[in-house]
């Protein structure tokens, strides 16, 4: 997002849209499944996806939490934002593996890697 400016533009909204529609392709929900699940109509979220209507905030929750992903990926955290900082030799072995791949593969490693984070913290809550 643009940091520091407190202002949202077009690039930002349409990274937003990009997040969304990539995080409910992997995975694999279907616009109708996630309509059913959010209450958001399925053509609201085909227009969120194109980036032709806004998202609203208790909307973007609602998906964040359907797609077992932090808010904060939808708005443009990266991934050092997202890992916490925290070293340890796993994370090392993992980030030397990362340093291999293309990007493409990297950003689906990363984003498995989310998808994990979060089904966790929602087991561990007894959702």
Do not use: C, W
């Not at 937003?16 to 995975?27: D, K, P, Y």
């Not at 904060?72 to 980030?95: H, R």
């Not at 498995?112 to 087991?123: G, T």
């Amino acid at each position: 997002m643009t940091a520091g400016q407190g202002t949202v533009g077009p690039d930002d909204a349409q990274e937003l849209a990009h997040r969304l529609r990539e995080a409910r392709e992997f995975v694999n929900l279907s616009q109708q499944f996630v309509s059913q699940q959010t209450g958001i109509s399925r053509s609201a979220i085909s227009d969120i996806e194109r980036g032709a209507r806004r998202v609203e905030s208790l909307e973007l929750k609602r998906l964040a939490e359907l797609y077992r992903m932090p808010v904060d990926y939808f708005l443009g955290g990266e991934p050092a934002d997202l890992a916490g900082g925290i070293a340890d030799p796993t994370i090392e072995a993992l980030a030397r593996t990362a340093s291999e791949m293309g990007e493409a593969e990297k950003e689906q490693v990363l984003r498995f890697a989310l998808f994990l984070q979060n089904f966790d913290r929602r087991k561990g809550q007894g959702k």
